[in-house]
């Protein structure tokens, strides 16, 4: 299949309009002039914990798992909760109450999905470089599946499973070459990715590891990236994937697992068209499994999202430091930085920004919003249309609740931000700010 057209690599960020577009929520609206995250006003939460914090909306994570969950009610399935979006303990054991899977990518996510509750037998371990620590503390905690990335990667899983005198139960994550029209940085589907093996290379492994006593292909798996606004590129991947699946098992291979992987999206606010509904996303996914011939095969559908389910969930609230007047530009300086959402400066990604208390109809002018760290890259968003800010006055940052909090630094000794969960009419911190004497205190002090 030849790939389509690649897409831009960034948006804009003011649309043509002259003003910002924020992306619908009924999770944070405005009640008499003050933000909510659901019942609670984000005022009060910024007087209890202090700026920068990430809030999160209990109600829109267990929302979005169920939209998922539902719209492949149609056949076995899996939703395994990509834990590199949002790593929190309190959000992941939520996720595993609510009976969701986890994909992991690393050992130390392996210790948080099991810390939280998440069953082994719903734990598939994705990425490219797994140690052989890594592969012996999966094995050993018999997780569900190691998705296989390398040939190289076959023969560290099977030396570490004879050692331990174990068969390892392993997927095949496939690089079926779709273009999933997507930011080139999360673009994972082709020939040109890190990621996945190229099918020919699947087929030349299959006869060794059928015959290896330490191995047992469970599965098939692909994932072509993330933010994939039109279900097709998702289709036409779990097509080819299931395809080879049939083929898998016609050489002897036990398949019990078709992984469609993730890249559900949500709305940031600057996309140039909507993303279709979960249920169409759903729906795509099984007619293609099928096109595929893999129901044939009795396989439960894994998927692995991550963004969709927690980032809307969440906002970065942030205090306005300083309003700087310059070289006739406006510079709104906060106190989140790109320590907090690195988003923007590593993608140049758009997040939508509104003050927490807001004054309808004030009239509007453009503004860069950054932060104090000691980079020109520390923006959120550069020349956005925004009303008359003050020192002191409360912003929230939209669509922060993934690849927000697990992509901070401490860059410039600024300790890790606080997290807080909103569950009905109260919050809970379930990170706390981190203090300035954390920050040294794993490190030596002189000689």
Same mark, same amino acid.
């Given at each position: 299949? /030849?790939?389509?057209?690649?897409?831009?690599?960034?948006?804009?960020?003011?649309?043509?309009?002259?003003?910002?577009?924020?992306?619908?929520?009924?999770?944070?609206? +405005?009640?008499?002039?003050?933000?909510?995250?659901?019942?609670?006003?984000?005022?009060?939460?910024?007087?209890?914990?202090?700026?920068?914090?990430?809030?999160?909306?209990?109600?829109?994570?267990?929302?979005?798992?169920?939209?998922?969950?539902?719209?492949?009610?149609?056949?076995?399935?899996?939703?395994?909760?990509?834990?590199?979006?949002?790593?929190?303990?309190?959000?992941?054991?939520?996720?595993?109450?609510?009976?969701?899977?986890?994909?992991?990518? /690393?050992?130390?996510?392996?210790?948080?999905? !099991?810390?939280?509750?998440? +069953?082994?037998?719903?734990?598939?371990?994705?990425?490219?470089?797994?140690?052989?620590?890594?592969?012996?503390?999966?094995?050993?905690?018999?997780?569900?599946?190691?998705?296989?990335?390398?040939?190289?990667?076959?023969?560290?899983?099977?030396?570490?499973?004879?050692?331990?005198?174990?068969?390892?139960?392993?997927?095949?994550?496939?690089?079926?070459?779709?273009? =999933?029209?997507?930011?080139?940085?999360?673009?994972?589907?082709?020939?040109?990715?890190?990621?996945?093996?190229? !099918?020919?290379?699947?087929?030349?492994?299959?006869?060794?590891?059928?015959?290896?006593?330490?191995?047992? !292909?469970?599965?098939?798996?692909?994932?072509? $990236?993330?933010?994939?606004? +039109?279900?097709?590129?998702?289709?036409?991947?779990?097509?080819?994937?299931?395809?080879?699946?049939?083929?898998?098992?016609?050489?002897?291979?036990?398949?019990?697992?078709?992984?469609?992987?993730?890249?559900?999206?949500?709305?940031?606010?600057?996309?140039?068209?909507?993303?279709?509904?979960?249920?169409?996303? $759903?729906?795509?996914?099984? #007619?293609?499994?099928?096109?595929?011939?893999?129901?044939?095969?009795?396989?439960?559908?894994?998927?692995?999202?991550?963004?969709?389910?927690?980032?809307?969930?969440?906002?970065?609230?942030?205090?306005?430091?300083?309003?700087?007047?310059? /070289?006739?530009?406006?510079?709104?300086?906060?106190?989140?930085?790109?320590?907090?959402?690195?988003?923007?400066?590593?993608?140049?990604?758009?997040? =939508?920004?509104?003050?927490?208390?807001?004054? =309808?109809?004030?009239?509007?002018?453009?503004?860069?919003?950054?932060?104090?760290?000691?980079?020109?890259?520390?923006?959120?968003?550069?020349?956005?249309?925004?009303?008359?800010?003050?020192?002191?006055?409360?912003?929230?940052?939209?669509?922060?609740? =993934?690849?927000?909090?697990?992509?901070? /630094?401490?860059?410039?000794?600024?300790?890790?931000?606080?997290?807080?969960?909103? #569950?009905?009419?109260?919050?809970?911190?379930?990170?706390?700010?981190?203090?300035?004497?954390?920050?040294?205190?794993?490190?030596?002090?002189?000689?």
């Amino acid at each position: 299949m /030849s790939p389509v057209a690649a897409p831009k690599q960034s948006a804009p960020d003011q649309p043509a309009s002259g003003h910002q577009r924020v992306p619908a929520s009924k999770h944070f609206v +405005s009640h008499e002039g003050v933000l909510h995250a659901d019942s609670v006003p984000l005022d009060e939460i910024a007087e209890h914990v202090g700026t920068p914090t990430y809030v999160y909306s209990a109600a829109a994570i267990d929302e979005a798992y169920r939209g998922i969950d539902a719209a492949l009610s149609d056949v076995p399935h899996m939703v395994a909760y990509a834990v590199k979006a949002n790593s929190n303990l309190a959000i992941l054991s939520r996720l595993a109450r609510a009976g969701a899977g986890a994909d992991i990518v /690393s050992g130390g996510e392996l210790a948080r999905a !099991l810390k939280a509750g998440f +069953s082994p037998a719903k734990i598939v371990f994705s990425g490219v470089g797994k140690t052989d620590a890594e592969i012996r503390a999966a094995l050993e905690a018999n997780i569900r599946s190691l998705h296989v990335e390398s040939a190289p990667e076959i023969d560290a899983i099977e030396a570490v499973a004879a050692e331990l005198g174990v068969q390892a139960k392993i997927a095949l994550r496939v690089n079926p070459n779709v273009d =999933a029209a997507t930011h080139p940085y999360i673009a994972t589907g082709l020939h040109n990715s890190k990621f996945g093996l190229e !099918l020919d290379v699947a087929r030349k492994l299959l006869p060794r590891i059928i015959a290896s006593k330490h191995l047992h !292909l469970e599965g098939v798996a692909c994932h072509i $990236g993330s933010m994939v606004l +039109s279900p097709e590129p998702i289709g036409d991947a779990v097509a080819i994937t299931a395809a080879f699946a049939c083929e898998c098992a016609a050489a002897g291979a036990k398949i019990t697992t078709l992984d469609a992987g993730g890249g559900w999206p949500i709305l940031y606010g600057n996309e140039e068209r909507d993303a279709q509904s979960r249920a169409i996303f $759903g729906r795509a996914i099984i #007619d293609s499994m099928r096109r595929g011939g893999a129901d044939k095969l009795g396989a439960q559908l894994i998927v692995e999202p991550g963004r969709s389910i927690v980032g809307d969930s969440g906002v970065l609230l942030t205090r306005v430091v300083y309003v700087k007047e310059q /070289s006739k530009k406006r510079f709104v300086i906060v106190d989140a930085a790109m320590t907090e959402l690195i988003r923007p400066a590593l993608y140049r990604a758009y997040h =939508a920004i509104v003050p927490v208390a807001t004054k =309808a109809g004030a009239p509007e002018t453009p503004a860069d919003v950054v932060g104090p760290v000691c980079e020109s890259g520390d923006f959120f968003a550069h020349d956005r249309n925004l009303p008359e800010v003050a020192r002191g006055d409360l912003l929230a940052i939209r669509g922060a609740g =993934a690849y927000g909090a697990v992509m901070g /630094s401490t860059y410039n000794s600024r300790p890790f931000a606080a997290e807080v969960l909103v #569950d009905g009419a109260g919050f809970e911190v379930i990170r706390v700010r981190q203090t300035t004497e954390d920050l040294w205190r794993n490190e030596r002090n002189g000689s």
